[in-house]
């Protein structure tokens, strides 16, 4: 009887359900709604900070810490969105559309618990995905070669730096800046140094957990301590009025809700395309199809509903795509991959041969957090607006100390301490000069990946080995139209605006 029930599904829910890891759900929970809820700390910045600490984990109570506290992000951030109007991360952009004028028509509590359901029901959907099209997906990639491997980090590298808010120039910088740093330390093929200037820290390679919290963490609060303003606050509305939506209403937002998670599934498969892209795509589908399209941006449940489904239902995709391909979904997928590596798990094709329970693993934890979540967000806690009254310099000697202890703690080392601090200084620079710190992260991670590929694909048959494979080039062809598309499409915008005598918009570059 134990052998008919012992299997890699049942043996990934286990490890989920032990108490141990259960409660490292709760405190990712706390923490994700926490880091939400406050605006200026993305859910990229705490998985950052926490993936310090969950190095000396087991991998599955480290990817359960790190994957709730993503899952209670999304949630969480929905609350400044809506009683302040400013996101909490930038996958709540639509919410502000139609929760802060919600809000001030004193419908804050309805606004709130509605946007949890849709983006619960977005969680659920993304969750199915995951759990339906991960394995068949890793088990086509297993043919892929190194030919076909190259290219396909060269497609999620052009992916990320497509969607790098129309940056191409900078965003191209910025992953070329990652790849370099990538070239640090040991030949993958020869093991001779290279570029290590006789450090025997950099023998292998530059250490990219202090790197990600360096970009994600000290650069961000050194930029927000920069550019603050005193006073520049919005009171946060404190009357909810209806708490919780009668049936009638539910019924209304069955539409809107459906055409949301529909959007999500899909643009959350495609690489580097987050929530926010995915939030406003929502939003905007549901207007289209609504009969009141009069209300959206003026405090619509509809509206309100579409955009938090959409943005959430990205998450099972993005896992997806990151866990079968190796290619990260998302920024947070980007961290996450850095510290999968450090655990002996690596993302991509194979990875649920070698780890058959993990899938199990992940769809358990999520669906738990999701759960969970939701089921906090429905508390009625006044608490929540007093947070919101917090001075903002508490929250950055909180984040700042974080920043060193976190560093020192994944090898207790002063070195990597030193390599955050560094790195913290360039991205602040890249920060203030509008270099995305995404691909520039993807680049150091994926570098190696690239590299090793390419010239065991050239060892093989040469760049013949590549032309003559269709998989490739197809991956590559995306690949090129990812940064080419989007400014042709802005430069025709400009000439067909400057024949009809409008204002011509500026080229980003």
Known sequence: MITIFASPVTHGIAAVMAPDTLMVIGIGILIGMLVGAFPGVTATMAVALASGFTLTMEPTQGLAMLLTIYVAAQFGDRIPAILINTPGTPASIATTFDGYPLARQGKAGLALTTSALGSAVGMIC??????????????????????????????GLTMMV???????????????????????GRDPITGDQRFTMGILELNGGIPFIPVIIGFFGLAEVINQ???????????????MGQWMPDGKLLKRLAKPTAIGAATGSVIGLVPAVGGDIAGIIGWDNARKASKKKHEFGKGSLEGLTAGDTSSTATLGGSITTTMALGVPGDSVMAVMIGSMMIWGIQPGPGLFNSHPD????LVTI??????????????????VIKLLELPDHFLWVVILVFCMVGTYSINNSVFDVFMMLIFGMVGLFMLRFGFP???????????????????RALLTDGWASIYTSPIALVLLVIAVAAVTLPPLRQLVRRRKAANEGKKVPTLQP
């Open 126 to 155: 993304g969750i199915a995905i995951l759990a339906v099209a991960a394995v068949p997906l890793s088990a086509f990639a297993m043919q892929f070669g190194p030919a076909e491997m190259f290219a396909l980090v060269v497609f």
């Open 358 to 361: 993990l899938i199990a693993s």
């Open 366 to 383: 999520l669906l738990i957090a999701t759960v969970l979540t939701l089921i906090l967000s429905l508390l009625r806690m006044k608490g």
């Open 225 to 239: 301590i920069l550019t603050h303003r005193k006073g520049k606050g919005i009171k946060p509305i404190s009357q």
């Open 437 to 455: 710190p995404g691909p520039a992260v993807l680049g150091l991670i994926l570098g190696p990946l690239a590299e090793s590929n390419l010239r």
């Open 162 to 184: 497509g969607v790098s808010s129309g940056r191409i120039f900078k965003g191209l910088t910025a992953g070329a800046f990652g790849l370099f740093l990538a070239t640090l």
